[in-house]
C-alpha cells in the first residue's frame, strides 16, 4: 500500500515556474512507476508526465514537452515535477499517481494510488 500527498500548487503569472512534490509512504515506493496527471474543470484527467521505477525511463505529452520534469529521489519517496514557462491553459489540479509494475504508462485508470491534488493557476 502506497500513500501519496501533493504538495506545491499555487497561483503564479504566465512564464513563471512551479516545482510540484509528492510525497510517498511505504517502504517500496522505489518499486512503483509514478505518474502526474491534471485535471481542469470540466475537462477529463488528463496525462503529464511519467517516470519508471528506476528513473530511466520517463515521457512526457506533448503539451508539456520541453517545459516539464519528471523526477524521483527513491531514497527520500519523493517525486517532482518541475513546470516552466507556464501557460494560463496549464492551469488545472495536479496529481500524482502511483502503479505497481515496470512499465510507464499515460492513462490513468492504469493507476492504483492518487493524491489529493494540488492547485496550479496560471495567470495572464
Known amino acids: 500500500?502506497?500513500?501519496?500527498?501533493d504538495t506545491g500548487g499555487g497561483l503564479v503569472q504566465a512564464g513563471g515556474s512551479l516545482?510540484?512534490?509528492?510525497?510517498?509512504s511505504g517502504r517500496t515506493f522505489?518499486?512503483?512507476t509514478?505518474?502526474?496527471?491534471?485535471?481542469?474543470?470540466?475537462?477529463?484527467?488528463?496525462?503529464v508526465a511519467t517516470i519508471?521505477?528506476?528513473s530511466g525511463t520517463t515521457a512526457y505529452a506533448d503539451s508539456v514537452k520541453g517545459r516539464f520534469t519528471i523526477s524521483r529521489d527513491n531514497?527520500?519517496?519523493?517525486?517532482?515535477?518541475?513546470?516552466?514557462s507556464l501557460r494560463?491553459?496549464?492551469?488545472?489540479?495536479?496529481?500524482c499517481a502511483a502503479r505497481a509494475g515496470v512499465s510507464t504508462s499515460n492513462n490513468y485508470r492504469n493507476y492504483d494510488y492518487w493524491g489529493q491534488g494540488t492547485q496550479v493557476t496560471?495567470?495572464?
Open 1 to 5: 500500500q502506497v500513500q501519496l500527498v
Open 19 to 24: 516545482r510540484l512534490s509528492c510525497a510517498a
Open 30 to 32: 522505489s518499486t512503483y
Open 34 to 47: 509514478v505518474g502526474w496527471f491534471r485535471q481542469a474543470p470540466g475537462k477529463e484527467r488528463e496525462f
Open 52 to 54: 519508471s521505477r528506476s
Open 75 to 84: 531514497a527520500k519517496t519523493f517525486v517532482f515535477l518541475q513546470m516552466n
Open 88 to 95: 494560463p491553459e496549464d492551469t488545472a489540479v495536479y496529481y
Open 122 to 124: 496560471v495567470s495572464s
